[in-house]
């Protein structure tokens, strides 16, 4: 999740650039969406930062009710799966590249979980 946002809009800007994005699906950006509400600080900078928006929050967290000693709660749980997370990823670039390819290729650990997708947009006007 090193390359902000800022940094894909720039080269779209270009209109001139083939790109392939190796998109941290499971190694970076899964790992650090906890399971009890979106994370907060640093985290949740960063990947604000890595989307550009943070519609992140939206996208991958659904409130749920939960009782307790005072009556009725309203929480957030993750409901995000791999493919919401990639799917969100490419929505986004789809805002700023004309063609965004809709079939990333998934690249997969030893326990078949997928680490990463790459992604491909296009942006050349020849």
Do not use: C
């Not at 957030?76 to 493919?83: D, L, M, Q, R, S």
Request: hydrophobic letters at 45%.
């Amino acid at each position: 999740m090193e390359v902000a946002w800022a940094t894909i809009e720039a080269i779209a800007n270009t209109q001139a650039i083939d790109l392939w994005v190796l998109f941290p699906l499971g190694q970076a950006v899964n790992r650090v969406l906890t399971r009890s509400g979106p994370p907060e600080g640093g985290w949740a900078d960063r990947l604000t930062t890595f989307f550009g928006t943070a519609d992140w929050k939206a996208a991958f967290y659904r409130p749920s009710s939960q009782m307790n000693l005072f009556g009725e709660e309203t929480q957030f749980e993750k409901g995000a799966t791999f493919e919401q997370i990639g799917t969100f990823f490419l929505q986004r670039l789809a805002t700023i590249f004309p063609k965004v390819a809709d079939n990333p290729l998934y690249l997969r650990n030893r326990k078949n979980v997928p680490s990463s997708s790459l992604a491909h947009f296009h942006e050349l006007n020849v």
